[in-house]
């Protein structure tokens, strides 16, 4: 075995089950492409980076709100977006701070007292990012290498006797599914299975991508575990927090109120198979480790062709895909003439 790897990220695997094309335009290729909502990604950013610099300043709940909307003031001051009016900015600065509070609320003080019990048992350790990199690994016997996958969470904190990770987002919608399930065995085991099967219709790139991600992320923290001999930590998890759902937020205009409120999703117990935990006494789940070995040793042989599922790529991913200008299956079905 050489020491070769190829380096991946979840999120681009995520990209590759959307489109195999898409992927190599953007990772292969080097192609730049606007991300999906940069408005959105922006302020979730400013929020991110805000709730971070106040979990590592206090871990009391007033405290913690205060440093974070103080933080977030200064953040939303140097934050460069063109909106129409200084009243829409406020407005949007106090989304922000709802939301804020709302997290503080949810689950912030909680973290932040696991944070602050990590960093008793491993006092050299960073456990607050943004975006701190969590790594899997999968063999690629064929090419004597290995694939480093990263995952990175916002911040690793502490839940009895499990090593929690969290990773801020925009939105749960691209789970689809796993948003309303707490168990692998049934419609969820169904729908990963039929993704990959060309006998069927189903396409879930978010739910698959999700229990992916979610794969990685558990592995990494496994990792970090043994590596900072946290022993008295016996299980890992991972959860999603949406910090810019709109749907959650509520503006009462007669009394200039803006509320919102938080669904922190655990992905855990609906990954695990209670199967693969009878054999391993670890949160993992055989059937998406195989298919993400699968699916990474795809994108290391250049599968990029998405000919065998083209119809239902271009149905879902072709509206919204900034680079179907520059791709020839796309351009080809646009320019095609009857008869």
Known sequence: MSDRTLALSVDGIRSYLRCPRRYEFAHVDGLEGEADDPTTEGRLEVLRRAICDGLRADSDADALETAILERLGELWADHDE?????TQRRHERRVLEATARAYVEAVGATHAAGIDALGSDAPAAEFVGPHLPLTGSVALPEREARASIEAPVDYVSADGSSLVGVRFVPTLRPLGLLRYRDRWEGDVADLFAAHFDPERDEFAPGLVGGLFETSVALEGLRALRDELDLTGYRT??????????RS???VNWMRDAVEASLEPCDLTDVFLDHQTFGMTHQHRNGAVESRLADTVSAIARGAFDPASRWETIAEHACPDCAYAVCCGPRVAAEVRFDG
């Open 236 to 245: 890992c998890r991972y959860v999603q927090i949406p910090l810019a759902d």
């Open 82 to 86: 063109r909106l129409h009016s200084r």
């Open 248 to 250: 959650r937020v509520t």
